[in-house]
């Protein structure tokens, strides 16, 4: 992907997907908002199709290349499944989706509830991932990476062009990192104009150790948030995007990430997972500091929560 075009790609890729995808709302807090002395705003990505941002870059691919007769097929921690799954029979295809034992019931509904076949493929995503691939290598599937993909994170990236449209103001914004593709398209949009910030549970930090070590790198994953914020590695597409379009990445802890949903739901009514929380953990906790008066925006991406554990939090 080169990023000097990455704009006028985003551009078409959201003129090729807009018939499939919702325009998903910004909602401005009140100044004062979140312990901020300053202006923040909410992308409501949690509210797209399937239940995440990803049906953007699964529609992107599908759309952007022929579909084999075997369908298609992908790995995921839960949502880029749902994403897949969602795309494939809006398109007419078939999907099959390999899933790590860790995967939460709540997505595996999800997917199966969109039609795709659903396929346990080990312990962790990482064995899911090699599950696919051998499928794919073996009946001539097309895979669908849920992040390190030209495709994927071009139109991950279209989230960017429509929070610019609802919010030209903005100077700052706080985005979730799993495998990157959210941020590598984010970035790729905003890259030299808004200062773009990763943010990533403290025991699932893929892209904050890509950035440490000078390329990608493996990472071990323990967190809340791994069915979502889980990767094991950004991969080299994600990274090259990443090193030139993103300020840096802060960690934040599951306690923040658990506050972060209780106060979501507790004080707004929005049911969000673990992962789609942790980008406004990282406002309530400190572990982005912006200054006073900063316009800062904040990525809630993903939606697909159990509702009963989520019920324990705010109880």
Known sequence: MLLAAA??????AHGRIAPFVRRTPVVRAPDGAFGHAGPVSLKLEFLQHAGSFKPRGAFNTLLSQPIPAAGVAAASGGNHGAAVAYAARQLGV???IFVPEISAPAKIAVIRAHGAEVVIGGARYADAQEACDAYVADSGALRVHPFDADTTIIGQGTVGLEWEDEAPDLETVLVAVGGGGLIAGIGAWWRGRVKVVGVEPEGSRALHAALLAGGPVDVPVDSIAADS?????VGGRVYAVCREAVDHVA???????RKAQEILWRDWRMAVEPGGAAALAALLSGAYRPRPGERVGVLLCGANVDLARLAELAS
């Open 7 to 12: 704009r006028d790609d985003i551009r078409a």
């Open 94 to 96: 078939r999907a099959r």
């Open 229 to 233: 914020l889980g990767a094991r590695n």
């Open 251 to 257: 960690l934040v802890s599951d306690d923040a990430i």
